[in-house]
């Protein structure tokens, strides 16, 4: 047994020695790495001035480690042994340090007692709940999935705003040993520091044991790879997989108590996305390792305590770039992971609304602009809101060709609308053709940078590189002050040929005709060899490359024509209320608008619009109701926990009913005149053909 430790640690070293002279991508990541982490450590301590000073930022690193690394662990065990990447950890997290806050403060119980409370009796029933809920998905699309938990976090996050924020009253958690410090090497170390060590300690350890050296370990890890297997062997795969959400959500529990009391007031958002940061050391051990993991958030950690001091001082960029470090630290982590292999063909759903024709598009575009321009002469007060409900389905647009015609997920879409809210601010005087035509056209590069991950990644890690892309643009771009910065740019509204849309109505009118002509659009190109390419592409990677097409250009392709019509869509946001901020573009956007997408029917243009009506409902519930506004989040969630498996959305539905409703008004072809003169029925006519022309 004396020997078994090392023998193992060889192997592992061993083993790792293999991998990275294999993959020349992954070693140059590590060099590369290794060389940036020794100058930003090198730069940190002689910044510092002295040892105290640079232990104490060693210390505040591996705290915030500490945490990122609990968390990160939570995420690891649910996802390799339940093949589920949980976007609903950081939810979990927050629900609960709201629950110890009213355990431990407006009860009165004492800290001990509400930590029992909170992480060994509310963290198991919410991991019971999610496991009940994801049971009926395990088999589904990475895309479905992904969309249910982040369905689950919206709705935490309403449950939270509106069981604790809509008082308005600010609730903090103070440190959980109070002021109690030490002082080790001239560093001052709160005994809260030494807990968060103490806790990463024990959980590394625990989980190390749990998984390689008992009986349920070694089950909950054969589970994930062939469950019906597992359970000939005697593995209860339901049994395991609730084993592995209660522990997920303990972990997160214990992760969100440990960083509530170092945010100040509790807010809902912030405490959810702070699981953003230990999506980085996740992905560092590859949502495998937990080892690495561990070591990963470790990493995480030091380095955003040491850009603090080793970043150059005085410089905007720099500074925004040190609040950036854990949405660097994914992306750089994701490009490092390996290419991912081509996705064979599945089974095409006969449930796909068909695509109208170009005629019929015509007609429709032209009865619909005339029925806005009418519907925003008795809108009254709510103007505006129909106004926004047309800039989000136009926005909305942009992911029905990304993701509902070619299968590619993003959450980034937000960063093409607000740097096309900026193009038109600045380009021909912030109201002609030409801002518009800017907005579409600077778009577009910025689509091409995120579609180059779009090529070596697909499904979770597509999206989580470009969630990771949208915070670093949140942070180092719309951030810098020559772009938004603390303010903001004013915009204006159309001007063009003499027509002049800067009145609400007339606003209206535009903004029906761009979403009418955006539409026609999608619909001709969802009927061409482009459409059909991209619905191939959806189907079956795979197949594509088998019979030719080429894969890597479809998808540069698309991307960039998604984020043009989301650029369009963002010159006209600026024009809704006249001026946009980085306020309008935060990263958290991107999943609500992701969410909308899936709700509405993220695979057609009617979808796009119900969508966008529902995104609009936000707003103007936070300015008519807010303390409601958390209901509205609970709901919409529902909602898409309810369409879980419907691809269509509410379109889908709403077509299906027409269809029903069009089979029981309309008499059967062929039926004979007499009951006394019987003819043969003919024959039906061909059905229409597929609409998803899948290539396998």
């Not at 403060?105 to 019971?128: Q, W, Y």
């Not at 005085?314 to 950036?324: A, H, K, M, R, Y």
């Not at 093409?416 to 021909?428: C, D, P």
């Amino acid at each position: 047994m004396g020997q078994e430790a090392p023998c193992q640690g060889v192997r592992v070293l061993s083993s790792a020695l293999d991998r990275l002279r294999a993959d020349r991508r992954l070693l140059a990541g590590v060099v590369v790495g290794t060389v940036a982490t020794l100058l930003l450590v090198q730069s940190a301590y002689r910044n510092a001035g002295d040892g105290a000073t640079f232990l104490q930022f060693t210390i505040i690193g591996l705290t915030a480690g500490c945490v990122f690394a609990v968390a990160a662990s939570g995420l690891v065990l649910t996802y390799t042994t339940t093949g589920i990447f949980n976007f609903a950890h950081g939810a979990v997290g927050m629900i609960c340090a709201f629950a110890y806050y009213q355990l431990t403060v407006d009860m009165g119980l004492p800290a001990p007692i509400g930590l029992l409370l909170v992480i060994g009796v509310m963290a198991p029933l919410v991991g019971l709940l999610l496991e009940r809920i994801m049971r009926s998905f395990r088999n589904a699309a990475p895309g479905t999935s992904l969309t249910v938990t982040i369905a689950l976090t919206i709705l935490l996050i309403g449950v939270a705003q509106y069981g604790f924020q809509s008082d308005g009253i600010q609730r903090t958690l103070g440190p959980l040993f109070g002021d109690r410090s030490v002082v080790i090497g001239g560093a001052r170390v709160r005994w809260d520091d030494l807990a968060f060590l103490v806790t990463a300690v024990v959980v590394a350890l625990g989980l190390r044991v749990l998984l390689t050296s008992s009986r349920m370990g070694v089950a909950m890890r054969a589970v994930v790879d062939n469950p019906d297997l597992a359970a000939l062997n005697g593995a209860p795969p339901v049994r395991i997989a609730r084993t592995s959400w209660i522990l997920g959500s303990m972990l997160a529990a214990v992760a969100g108590v440990l960083y509530a009391p170092s945010i100040g007031a509790l807010d809902a958002i912030n405490l959810t996305f702070f699981v953003l940061a230990a999506y980085g050391a996740a992905v560092f051990g590859r949502l495998r390792s937990l080892t690495l993991t561990f070591a990963g958030g470790l990493v995480l950690g030091l380095a955003q305590a040491y850009a603090k001091i080793g970043f150059p001082r005085g410089d905007e960029v720099w500074t925004n770039l040190q609040v950036g470090v854990p949405g660097i630290f994914l992306f750089l982590v994701l490009m490092a992971l390996p290419d991912a292999k081509l996705t064979v063909g599945r089974i095409v759903g006969r449930d796909t609304p068909g695509v109208p024709s170009l005629p019929a598009s015509l007609i429709r575009a032209a009865v619909f602009v005339p029925a806005m321009a009418l519907l925003a002469g008795v809108a009254g007060d709510y103007l505006l809101d129909l106004n926004r409900a047309l800039v989000y389905a136009t926005l909305l647009l942009s992911l029905v060709v990304l993701t509902g015609y070619s299968g590619q997920i993003s959450l980034a879409q937000y960063v093409f609308f607000g740097l096309g809210a900026f193009a038109m601010a600045k380009v021909g005087g912030g109201d002609s053709i030409l801002g518009m035509g800017a907005a579409a056209a600077i778009a577009v590069p910025f689509g091409v940078v995120v579609a180059l991950p779009a090529l070596r990644l697909q499904g979770l890690y597509l999206a989580l590189v470009t969630f990771a892309l949208a915070q670093v643009s949140r942070d180092v771009i719309f951030q810098d002050s020559r772009i938004y910065g603390s303010g903001g740019v004013t915009v204006g509204r159309l001007e063009v040929l003499g027509l002049d849309f800067s009145g609400d109505r007339a606003f209206t009118a535009l903004c029906g005709l761009v979403f009418a002509l955006v539409a026609v659009g999608v619909l001709a190109l969802r009927r061409g060899p482009f459409g059909r390419r991209l619905a191939a592409m959806r189907d079956s990677q795979a197949a594509c490359a088998t019979l030719g097409l080429d894969v890597r250009r479809t998808k540069l392709a698309v991307f960039a024509l998604s984020s043009a019509i989301a650029g369009l869509a963002g010159a006209l946001y600026g024009g809704l209320g006249f001026t946009a901020g980085q306020l309008d573009f935060e990263p958290l956007y991107n999943v609500l608008l992701f969410l909308f997408a899936f709700v509405g029917g993220i695979t057609t243009v009617t979808g796009a619009l119900l969508g966008g009506a529902l995104f609009a409902l936000l707003p103007l519930v936070q300015s008519e109701a807010k303390e409601l506004a958390g209901l509205v989040f609970a709901a919409i969630a529902v909602t898409a926990l309810a369409l879980g498996k419907q691809p269509n959305g509410m379109a889908g539905l709403l077509f299906a009913r027409l269809a029903d409703a069009r089979r029981r008004t309309t008499p059967p072809l062929g039926a004979a005149p007499a009951p006394s003169a019987p003819r043969p029925m003919p024959a039906m006519p061909p059905s229409r053909p597929e609409v998803a022309d899948a290539l396998v």
